[in-house]
T-cell receptor
């Protein structure tokens, strides 16, 4: 059974702080890692993806991947109230390309 | 607009009824998916089609039957609806391959009473 573990939160950070979201996965065969943001009542939207070990930065977002530790994280710098949402970690689940989603971490950014 | 669109957005029905959800994508993707998100917000894959061929069929009751008339469309038919089927159903699409992100439709909130 392929599993993706995330702290369900809620994770509460003050506006302007760094939010750190963590994810571990069980399938060593996962090659691609995606972070999705889901606002309440909306569909998941892609915010970051990473394929190689190390860091990848895109604006205020940084994804970090450590395949040896089976760990992927997402850092949000200068957090804004509009970042308040549930963040879903999704490693690729197999050759078919489907993604296996974690249960998500609910982030709350307080003004 | 390029998108994944699914209809209806809301579906309220009684136990025992049969209902369908339709999905269409105009992103040129060749793989389409149905995911179910339950009340605990857990997003779980149900089916996946690649170029009209079923490639993923998770442990889903056979009351659920997907159909893909072409690679741009994937529909979901549910027979004999049960209370436990209440959830949000998301259609998604992607290019083939493990490096391709999924693009989601807006979801269909199914409520079975």
């Amino acid at each position: 059974q392929k599993e993706v573990e995330q702290n369900s939160g809620p994770l509460s950070v003050p506006e302007g702080a760094i939010a750190s979201l963590n994810c571990t996965y069980s399938d060593r065969g996962s090659q691609s890692f995606f972070w999705y943001r889901q606002y309440s009542g909306k569909s998941p939207e892609l915010i970051m993806f990473i394929y190689s070990n190390g860091d990848k930065e895109d604006g205020r977002f940084t994804a970090q991947l450590n395949k040896a530790s089976q760990y992927v994280s997402l850092l949000i710098r200068d957090s804004q109230p509009s970042d308040s949402a549930t963040y879903l970690c999704a490693p690729s689940g197999g050759s078919q390309g489907n993604l296996i989603f974690g249960k998500g971490t609910k982030l709350s950014v307080k003004p | 607009d390029t998108a994944v669109s699914q209809t209806p957005k809301y579906l309220v029905t009684q136990m025992g009824n049969d209902k369908s959800i339709k999905c269409e994508q105009n992103l040129g993707h060749d793989t389409m998916y149905w995911y179910k998100q339950d009340s605990k917000k857990f997003l779980k894959i149900m089916f996946s089609y690649n170029n009209k061929e079923l490639i993923i069929n998770e442990t889903v009751p056979n009351r659920f039957s997907p159909k893909s008339p072409d690679k741009a469309h994937l529909n979901l038919h549910i027979n004999s609806l049960e209370l436990g089927d209440s959830a949000v159903y998301f259609c998604a699409s992607s290019h083939t391959g493990v490096a391709s992100p999924l693009h989601f439709g807006n979801g269909t909130r199914l409520t079975v009473t």
